[in-house]
Each structure stands twice: as structure tokens, then as C-alpha cells.
């Protein structure tokens, strides 16, 4: 008998509600090196698990604080605004940003710590 040159298509079988569920992974077993590298994706909390610093916040605010300058005189925020006018709202907004930007990476990076005390406490 001849053989079929079509490859074999995974089922997909409907639930109650008519939702379609993948089987999930059928196949081979992955090697030691393809487990690497689908474990560096997930890597992407290490930015969350670096404690907040003054130096990064003043980052952001700096950030904030230059695209305020710019609304300010491209006419979005303040019409007609002078340059002196913008920098000073620049350099208040600064000011106020800098600690709660600091505060708030402070409360997300707590945050995160009990998450992952709890989940090691759960295992």
C-alpha cells in the first residue's frame, strides 16, 4: 500500500462549554540544550527582583520630567508657555516625581518578595 505523504494532525477535542483544548505537548522529549534555551525566556522577572534604587528613579523621573518639558512647549499641556515656564515645571515635576517613582518600585519590589517567599514556603 502506498504511503501518505500528509503528516498527522494533533486532535482537538471540544469541552462541554465548546471550548477547544490543545492536547498539549505529544512529541519528543526535549534535548538538555533545547531546555536551556527555553528556559532563558523566562527570565524576564530578573529586572523585578533588583531592589529599587534612588539612581533609578531619578531615571524615570528625569524621563518624565523631559517629556513634560516638551509637551509644555509644543502647546499641549500649557498654551503659549515660555521656555523659563517649562523648565520650572520641568524641574518641580522632577522634584515631586522622584519619590514616588521610588516609593512605588519600592512597594511592587516588596511585593514581589513576599510572592516569592510564599511560593518557596508553599514547596
Known amino acids: 500500500m502506498a504511503q501518505t505523504k500528509r503528516k498527522r494532525r494533533t486532535k482537538h ?3 462541554a462549554a465548546g ?3 490543545a492536547r498539549g505537548r505529544t512529541g519528543r522529549r526535549l534535548t538538555p540544550e ?3 534555551r527555553a528556559s532563558r525566556g523566562a527570565g524576564g522577572n530578573r529586572r523585578m527582583l533588583r531592589e529599587p534604587t534612588w539612581r533609578s528613579a531619578m ?3 528625569g524621563t518624565m520630567a523631559i517629556l513634560l518639558f516638551v509637551m509644555t512647549q509644543i502647546g499641549l499641556i500649557v498654551k503659549s508657555a515660555s521656555v523659563a515656564s517649562g523648565i520650572a515645571v520641568a524641574l518641580i515635576a522632577l522634584l515631586l516625581y522622584t ?3 521610588f516609593w512605588t518600585d519600592k512597594w511592587a519590589y516588596s511585593r514581589q518578595q513576599r510572592r516569592l517567599a510564599q511560593q518557596a514556603g508553599q514547596r
Open 13 to 15: 477535542r471540544g469541552n
Open 59 to 61: 531615571l524615570k523621573s
Open 19 to 21: 471550548m477547544v483544548e
Open 34 to 36: 533545547e531546555q536551556k
Open 99 to 101: 519619590p514616588l517613582a
